[in-house]
């Protein structure tokens, strides 16, 4: 059974930063890209960030260039990672963790990020 674990989330000042990480089981983790995926109050899904399999690869939306960081240690670990620099009142989302698998996307439960003084 695949699971992904978001944590790291919280409340934090405007400038301020947050490293989310999402723990993956039930599927081998260095097969697979992964992205990170937010939801604004009242808005739609945002595609944050992805990472190829490899790891090597990283996409990002245009308003996170520069300020996230996406990563993914395998191994042991089989976590993804979210470096979050800058922060934003308008980053105030809960975001999710995603992963594709074969062509079906699965998710953890989301993780609340706060962002406000």
């Known amino acids: 059974e695949v699971q992904l674990v978001e944590s790291g989330g919280g409340l934090v000042q405007p400038g301020g930063s947050l490293r989310l990480s999402c723990v993956a089981s039930?599927?081998?983790?260095?097969?697979?890209?992964m992205s990170w995926v937010r939801q604004a109050p009242g808005k739609g899904l945002e595609w944050v960030s992805g990472?190829?399999?490899?790891?090597?690869?990283?996409?990002y939306a245009p308003s996170m260039k520069g300020r996230f960081t996406i990563s993914k240690d395998g191994g042991f670990k089989n976590t993804l990672y979210l470096q979050m620099n800058n922060l934003q009142p308008e980053d105030t989302a809960v975001y999710y963790c995603?992963?594709?698998?074969?062509?079906?996307?699965?998710w953890g439960q989301g993780i609340q990020v706060t962002v406000s003084s």
């Open positions: 995603n992963a594709n698998i074969l062509s079906r996307h699965f």
């Open positions: 039930g599927f081998t983790f260095d097969d697979y890209a």
């Open positions: 990472i190829m399999w490899n790891g090597h690869t990283t996409y």
